[in-house]
C-alpha cells in the first residue's frame, strides 16, 4: 500500500483538528489504498461547516459550497474539503432536494452509495467502516449503503457508478444490488448524457469490461441513453477494454443504417472529431487490397490510428464491422509503409495552388482542389518525386 499522498494532505487534517474539529480521509482513495489500487485524488470529510472550513485556511475556493464543499489550496495543492452531510428527499433520480450538515461521521457515510465507498480513515490510518465495506472488497462484492431500491431512486447514476466499478475491478453484483439496478434502470433517463458519459468512459476502458457491458444490455439501459437508445445494441459484443470514442466509432460503423446524431453525446469537438476519423478509417480499411493504396491509405490516416484500430481485430471480426486482408494491412505493413513514405502531410508538397494556377493559366475553382489532391497522391505512389521542377512538369502534362 503506498500513502504517499495521505501524508502530503495529513496537513489538513491536523490543522482541522486543531480547531476541534472532525477530520477524515473517506471514499474512493480510501478504497484503493485498502486495495494497493493508485491512488489519484484524496477526499476530506470533516464536521466543520463551509463557514469554518474557510474561516480555518487562508486560500479557499468555494466550488460548491451550497453542497459542502471547499477546495482548500495548501502548498500549491488542492483539496476537496466536504462537511459531514445528510440529504433531503430525491424527486428526479438525480440530486437531493435539500443537504443538511451534520456533525457526525456515521450520518455522512450512510448516504453514500456503495460500501466499498463508504470507509472513512482518520489520520492515524484507523478505518471507520460501518457496513462492513472491507469485508465486501474482500469477498469482491458490489453492495450498496442500505436499501438498494433506496440508493439507486435516489440517483439512478449510481446503476452506472456501480457497473463501472464492476468494469474497472472484477467485482459482481450482490443479488439484491443486482435485482435493483434492474428495477430502476428505466430512471437513468432523468440523468444528464454527460453524467452519464463521464461513467461510460472509464466502463468502456476497465480490464472487466465484458462483465459490466453484458449487464448494461441485460438491462437493456440502452434504450434510455440519448444517442445509443437508437442503436440495437443487443447486435454488439464488447470483450476488451478500449477508449469510450472507440467504441462509438465500432458502434456506428456496425450499424451504419442508423442516422443518430453524435452531437446528442455533448462529448468534446475533438472527440466527436476523433470518431468521425475513425469511422471513415473503418469504411476504406476493407478496400484497401493492394500495396499502392495501401500507401495512400497510411498517408491519409497515420500509422497510429491504424494500428490502433488493428489493435482491436478481434472485436472487429466479432461484430462483423469489417473483413481486412491481412495479408495487405496488418501491423507489419502497415510500420513498413509508414517508414517509406516520401512525405506525411499535404505541407509537406514542394508546389502549391498558386503555382498550378499560373502553370493552368486559368481561374481558380473546384479543379484546383482536386488536381492538388492528385499530384497529393502521385507523390505517395511514387509516380513523382517531391521536387518543384517535376511536380509542374507533371501538372503540365495532367491539366
Not at 473503418?282 to 487490397?289: A, F, L, N, R, W
Request: hydrophobic letters at 40%; charged letters at 30%; aromatic letters at 12%.
Amino acid at each position: 500500500m503506498t500513502n504517499s499522498l495521505f501524508e502530503t494532505a495529513k496537513p489538513i487534517l491536523e490543522k482541522l483538528q486543531a480547531h476541534h474539529f472532525q477530520a477524515y480521509f473517506v471514499g474512493g482513495s480510501v478504497r484503493d489504498y485498502l486495495m494497493n489500487r493508485p491512488i489519484h485524488d484524496i477526499d476530506i470529510t470533516t464536521s466543520a461547516t463551509p463557514d469554518e472550513i474557510e474561516t480555518v485556511f487562508d486560500k479557499t475556493i468555494p466550488i460548491g459550497r451550497e453542497h459542502g464543499t471547499i477546495n482548500v489550496i495548501y502548498k500549491g495543492e488542492q483539496y476537496e474539503v466536504t462537511t459531514f452531510r445528510s440529504e433531503g428527499d430525491y424527486d428526479d433520480h438525480r440530486r437531493p432536494n435539500e443537504v443538511f450538515f451534520v456533525r457526525n461521521l456515521y450520518d455522512d457515510v450512510q448516504r453514500r452509495d456503495f460500501t466499498m465507498n463508504a470507509i472513512a480513515m482518520d489520520i492515524n490510518y484507523q478505518i471507520f467502516d460501518y457496513f462492513e465495506g472491507q469485508q465486501d472488497i474482500k469477498h469482491q462484492l458490489i453492495r450498496t449503503v442500505g436499501n438498494p431500491d433506496e440508493r439507486f431512486d435516489e440517483d439512478a447514476l449510481r446503476i452506472i457508478r456501480g457497473l463501472r466499478f464492476q468494469s474497472q475491478f472484477g467485482f459482481h453484483l450482490e443479488e439484491a444490488t443486482f435485482t435493483a439496478m434492474l428495477n430502476h434502470i428505466a430512471d437513468i433517463k432523468y440523468l444528464a448524457i454527460e453524467r452519464i458519459v463521464v461513467e461510460l468512459k472509464k466502463l468502456t476502458n476497465g480490464d472487466f469490461v465484458s462483465k459490466s457491458f453484458n449487464n448494461l444490455k441485460h438491462f437493456m439501459a440502452f434504450k434510455y441513453i440519448p444517442f445509443f437508445k437508437h442503436y440495437d445494441i443487443t447486435k454488439f459484443t464488447l470483450r476488451n477494454a478500449m477508449p469510450f470514442t472507440t467504441f462509438v466509432a465500432f458502434l456506428i460503423s456496425q450499424q451504419r443504417e442508423i442516422d443518430a446524431n453524435i452531437a446528442d453525446l455533448k462529448v468534446s469537438n475533438n472527440e466527436k472529431k476523433r470518431i468521425k476519423t475513425l469511422v471513415q478509417l473503418i469504411d476504406q480499411i476493407d478496400e484497401v487490397q493492394t500495396k499502392s493504396q495501401l500507401k495512400l491509405f497510411v498517408y491519409d490516416y497515420g500509422k497510429k490510428d491504424i494500428l490502433e484500430v488493428l489493435s482491436y481485430l478481434d472485436e472487429l471480426k466479432r461484430n462483423r464491422i469489417t473483413s481486412i486482408s491481412p495479408l495487405i494491412v496488418n501491423d507489419q505493413t502497415v510500420t513498413e509503409v509508414a517508414k517509406q513514405l516520401p512525405m506525411l502531410s499535404k505541407s509537406e508538397m514542394d508546389i502549391n495552388g498558386k503555382d498550378i494556377l499560373e502553370i493552368a493559366n486559368k481561374k481558380s475553382g473546384p479543379w484546383l482542389k482536386e488536381t492538388l489532391r492528385e499530384v497529393e497522391y502521385a507523390i505517395i505512389s511514387g509516380e513523382v518525386v517531391n521536387f518543384k521542377p517535376e511536380l509542374k512538369k507533371w501538372v503540365k502534362t495532367r491539366v
